[in-house]
């Protein structure tokens, strides 16, 4: 499974953007999938993630009430709204998969098999 995220860039503190994950095949429909970030100098941290329904979500606490994770199966692809962002938020982002259809959705990285490539998001002051 290839996957590519895009829509990352600079935004003002308070601003939004829509990150996007296309997957390269439709089996990515039956998989979890997750986003990750990982600021300079800092270990990858877990944001979001959705199950393959869509149905449940999780998000990490600094993220709650600010973010929202969907996904368009006809279109393989996972959506990560990010409203009111912070400086904080500034990271590389990164969509992954979990292909092993647990029956709830994981926050740590070690259970995703697939990852993209990542996208910048800079959110200034």
């Known amino acids: 499974v290839q996957l590519v995220e895009s829509g990352g860039g600079l935004v003002q503190a308070g601003g939004s953007l829509r990150l996007s994950c296309a997957a390269s095949?439709?089996?990515?429909?039956?998989?979890?999938m997750g986003w990750f970030r990982q600021a300079p100098g800092k270990e990858r941290e877990f944001v979001a993630a959705i199950t393959w329904s869509g149905r449940s979500t999780r998000f990490a606490d600094s993220v709650k009430g600010r973010f929202t994770i969907s996904r368009d199966n006809a279109k393989n692809t996972v959506y990560l709204q990010m409203n009111s962002l912070k400086p904080a938020d500034t990271a590389v982002y990164y969509c992954?998969?979990?292909?092993?259809?647990?029956?709830?959705?994981?926050?740590?990285?070690?259970?995703?098999?697939?990852w993209g490539q990542g996208t910048l998001v800079t959110v200034s002051s």
């Open positions: 095949d439709r089996a990515s429909s039956s998989y979890h």
């Open positions: 992954a998969a979990d292909t092993q259809s647990r029956p709830w959705v994981s926050g740590t990285a070690f259970r995703y098999d697939y």
